[in-house]
């Protein structure tokens, strides 16, 4: 049927015959000449149908975007300044001698290149798949689970199945049941985790285990819960905590560099929890984000403004800064927005400063509590934070997890 991908399809072939198969991509008609782009899994082809080819020339009139076809021809270099560098493909055309309609389509809902509902895309999924977006993605997945499985092979582990149809164990989200056809009003439980398999499995003696496992969770949807999500499950015996992070980090750093030729950090950064609460309000902060929390409670525990004093006097209070560098032409309509963001996480309010000039002082800012604060105060402030002109500064005071839930989010 096909002797090379559509993608694969490059400068040294040129001379030879090839055969491809895929879906017609785009048909172009250029002074009696047809163009056809192919697609497949691994990219386009530029196919050139020569109207001297009476009998491909006239199936090739009849084609439309994505019917599936085959075409065998010969691979020849593109004339001069048509190349495209943005395909693979780019530097060769397929000079059709034979073209073979396999299916033809019917008029699609939505063509590949258009923005369309995400319930649209869902109905139609068949065709959401064929947009290089998705087959990026699907790609992707694969290297990665491949990498996966490369270096914990390497490293002795073993990829062991564990059962699907199971009985319900205490977890953190509701089972999905599935009723029992043998055993009337008794019922299967989908897994949660493997936990108990992969418990079973180190008393046994399997001290390297992993699972690339399918696992359930009846609990409402958000950005990082669905009800079937897929993981990398991993279990080991006789290893130090030591040993176990270095070679998660090896793992990872792995597969960033097998699947999209990226190179991380050897050894990864490490910060201990209370440093990633306190300079980032988040146990898993996004190190991309340059901001960080200032604590400040030290600076304003004697001000009048007992927003401030009370939870800095508190020893489970937290009064803490957040400098964003030239937020200071930041609209009032947007902090109010930030305000009621932050009260999702229990903070009562979201007071600022705008720092119009440093060298001014207190005169030099724009601010309601400004006139509670010391000069002392407001200097060791804006050191603290290393505000510049420009800048905005945000505080939060209330029990040290609001604070932290609230100004780190």
Known sequence: ??????????????????????????????????????????????????????????????????????????????????????LASGKVELLARELVTLNRSEPLPFQLDEHVSEEVRLKYRYIDLRREEMAKRLRLRHKITRAMRMYLDDKGFIDIETPVLTKATPEGARDYLVPSRTHAGKFFALPQSPQIFKQLL????????????????????????????????????????????????????????????????????????????????????????????????????????????????????????????????????????????????????LAYIKVNETAKGKDGLQSPIVKFLSDDSVKGILERTGAKDGDLIFFGADSAKVVSDAIGA
């Open 202 to 349: 180190m008393v046994a003696g399997f001290d390297r285990y992993y699972q690339i496992v399918k696992c359930f969770r009846d609990e409402d949807l958000r950005a990082e819960r669905q009800p079937e999500f897929t993981q990398l499950d991993i279990e080991t015996s006789f290893l130090s905590q030591q040993q176990i992070m270095e070679m998660m980090e090896g793992l990872t750093r792995h597969i960033f560099s097998d699947a999209i030729g990226a190179e991380l950090a050897d050894p990864f950064p490490r910060i201990t929890f209370a440093e990633a609460i306190r300079r980032f309000g988040s146990d898993k902060p996004d190190l991309r984000n340059p901001l960080e929390l200032v604590d400040v409670a030290d600076l304003v525990a004697t001000c009048d403004f007992k927003v401030f004093a009370g939870p800095a006097k508190d020893p489970k209070g937290r009064v803490a800064a957040l400098r964003v560098p030239g937020g200071g032409a930041m609209p009032r309509s947007q902090i109010d927005e930030y305000t009621a963001y932050v009260g999702r996480y229990g903070a009562k309010g």
């Open 1 to 86: 049927m096909r002797s090379h991908y559509c993608g694969q399809v490059n400068e040294k072939l040129v001379g030879q015959e090839v055969t491809v198969a895929g879906w017609v991509h785009r048909r172009r008609d250029h002074g009696g000449v047809i163009f056809v782009d192919m697609r497949d899994r691994e990219g386009l082809l530029q196919v050139v149908i020569d109207p001297d080819s009476k009998e491909q020339f006239a199936e090739a009139e009849k084609l439309r975007n994505e019917f599936v076809v085959q075409v065998r021809g010969l691979v020849r270099e593109r004339p001069g300044g048509t190349a495209n560098a943005n």
